[in-house]
């Protein structure tokens, strides 16, 4: 095993259990990251031994404005079928090549298997908004869609006494940005497509219940800033609370974005309520 070391935050915290949402010791929980530079078998260590860990942050404080870099991609595979078990994923051929970790989840058991795939990169991403992109592109690239990846200071739990399975490889950077511009294609010819699919109208009452089947959180940060825009273009500053209402951001979220976008909206007609049909008839909504 390597003695090249990656840049990892880990919790001083061993767990052996989830913490609940809204429970106090978050506060806590969340400076408890230390950023360490870790060989992969400590790295891994710290994983089997229940320590949550993260990307490298300032201040002691997990959040997104305090970014400092990340070395290391995660991905979940909770099927709770075969497809989630540590055999089954090491037969793909992407994670077989590129994957340094593979263990069994917290909530894993034999008969629902759970399972988590960590990438180490052979070069720290020093933008917060690169490494999101990175994340969601990874997901992409396995067939799902994650809008909660756009928190580059995302963690993961780790594994008391978990199966775990552990290899010499790194996920060069070069990979990832390849994966990076396939992602960003495939988004544009997508919505493209969609666009031009659907006529776009002015009728509020319709676009707000297209909205309704149009999880916020379950698409990806792409298509939740187009769906804003698409809002702002048609409506104005009247679309505001309809985008607030939908969007479930954070705090002025919402509204720091839509003042980002141009005045006189997006005028070119790249994005537009096309965007908002297509999005909600993938999540089962139907022109009345």
Known sequence: MTDTTYRVAVSTWALDHKLAPGAPEWAAFNASFVCQDLTPFDFAHAIYDGHPFTTWHANNWRTSANYVCGQHLGLDFDAGDQTSTLPALLDN????????????????????PRARVVFLLDTPIMQATNYALAAASLLWLFGTADRQCKDPVRFF??????????????????????????????????????TRTYTTTTDQAEVADALKKIPAWGIDYDEWVAVLMALHREYGEAGLSLAEQWADGRDGEVSRKWRSFKP?????????????????????????
């Open 93 to 112: 051929p992407f994670i077989h090549r590129h994957a340094n970790i593979l263990y069994t989840t917290p909530s894993h058991t034999p008969e629902a």
């Open 157 to 194: 739990y780790g594994s008391l006494r978990c199966d775990m399975e552990m290899f010499d490889n790194v996920l060069s950077l070069a990979t990832v940005k390849h994966i990076i511009a396939q992602y960003q294609a495939s988004g544009k010819r997508e919505m493209q497509r969609h």
């Open 264 to 288: 006189a909206g997006n005028t070119t007609g790249a994005v537009g309520l096309g965007t908002v049909f297509a999005l909600a008839q993938r999540f089962g909504w139907a022109r009345a």
